[in-house]
């Protein structure tokens, strides 16, 4: 599973994937400039929780979760007949 987190200018991906090597899973967080930050764990609901808090600690610094983006609220008003 993919995720990409935007702020202007910097775009993080996450990834949650079996372990290269051995058991497990890892958790790779990938920065634009391309620095990599690998976590790893045998149990995926444990690299599942750590990420959804990860990505509430990037919401509080002001990262956006792409293609989540809530559109404007458009009231819908019957037409009136000229």
Do not use: K, N, Y
Not at 27 to 44: C, F, I, N, P, Q
Request: glycine fraction near 10%; charge should be negative.
């Amino acid at each position: 599973m993919i995720w990409f987190f935007d702020r202007p200018g910097e775009r993080l991906q996450c990834e949650i994937r079996p372990c290269g090597e051995g058991d497990g899973f890892e958790l790779v967080w990938t920065t634009t400039g391309g620095r990599t930050h690998v976590e790893h764990s045998g149990d995926a609901e444990e690299l599942l929780q750590r990420r959804r808090l990860l990505e509430e600690r990037l919401r509080f610094d002001g990262w956006v979760r792409a293609g989540r983006t809530t559109p404007p609220f458009i009231p819908l008003v019957p037409r009136i007949p000229d």
